[in-house]
DNA sequence: CCATCATGGTTTCATCTGTAACCATTTGCA
DNA sequence: TGCAAATGGTTACAGATGAAACCATGATGG
């Protein structure tokens, strides 16, 4: 037996733990988008999130913005806090229900947006170019269907 | 044009965005993990990944714990100094170099360790049965290239 | 040798994040 | 109505995290 092993207990190998694998793998890809943009443009990414998804629904309430980007309403409301006070974001009050507030992007906002959006779109390219097209097609049909689930789950 | 749409900016679908479907599976994965042995162990993410490879590869160092768990090494010192206090970690000063530790799991350690590490397999488990085998298949396989892809770049 | 630089590891501080408590408004229903 | 429960959102606090400064030891080169 070599030194050091302990086959007795059944150690988990690490590098090929898939919940692992898919921890490094998603934290070093974040991470090199979110270097991109946050330097420049002092923003961070959930700060980045809410802007995305405002870009693609105009007049969400943070709830509802919660809800898109899988953040709690804590988050948002503290990115919200940030991107209004940068000016990227404008806020008003919904006019039959004064809780809820109707959001969306302003020129500011969409101007950063449309610098960011093709760099992240980049670098996903970067990461499937790794891969060959059937696994890239893989990978897309896989994550689709777990998202799927998760989805459903909650 | 259906309201509340914004064509000309091309904004970015997160729910299909590569990088972004990796976190919210990999951070579901990771919490339903770690709700496992949080509450009854008393144990963080850090934690237990340094467990883990401490199971596997007897007598490391802080460093070479830091380089398999691919965590910086001021969290590995501070899950150290966790679970030496409280009596998981074994830790003596290296014989010929005082300023290396030598690190390995206690009687106690091993203990949580046989617990958790089957859990946690069966969290992987679950979470593979999601998909057909195939699609098992090629997800290992992309995330092995990937992983390796991210370690060659280090 | 001894001054300098590199390395292993810890501490400090500032920021981020999550949980729970909270406030205002709205809804449901007796 | 009007009062309790639910909802949208913010604030307060505590624990986690990361970058940089730091301390001790070891390696290197004149």
């Known amino acids: 037996m070599p030194a050091g092993r302990h086959p007795d207990h059944a150690p988990l190998e690490l590098e090929r733990f ?3 694998q898919l921890s490094i793998v998603s934290n070093t890809v974040s991470q090199a988008i979110a270097d ?4 420049r443009h002092d923003l961070g990414v959930t700060e980045w999130r809410v802007m995305a998804v405002l870009a693609r629904f105009d007049g969400l309430s943070a709830r509802e913005v919660a809800e898109r980007t899988a953040m709690d309403k804590v988050a948002v409301s503290r ?6 006070a940068a000016g990227r974001v404008r806020r008003h009050t919904h006019a ?10 302003t020129a500011a906002g969409w101007k950063i947006h449309d610098e960011v959006a093709p760099m992240a779109r980049q670098r996903e390219r970067e990461l499937l170019a790794r891969l060959e097209p ?3 097609a893989w990978l897309r049909r896989i994550l689709d269907k777990l998202m799927g689930e998760i989805e459903a789950e909650r």
Not at 36 to 39: H, K, L, R, S, V
Not at 96 to 105: A, E, F, Q, T, W
């Open 18 to 20: 898939v919940p692992y």
């Open 36 to 39: 991109d943009y946050q330097a």
């Open 79 to 84: 990115a919200l806090a940030r991107l209004v």
């Open 96 to 105: 039959s229900d004064k809780r809820r507030s109707v959001l969306g992007l």
């Open 134 to 136: 059937g696994e890239q």
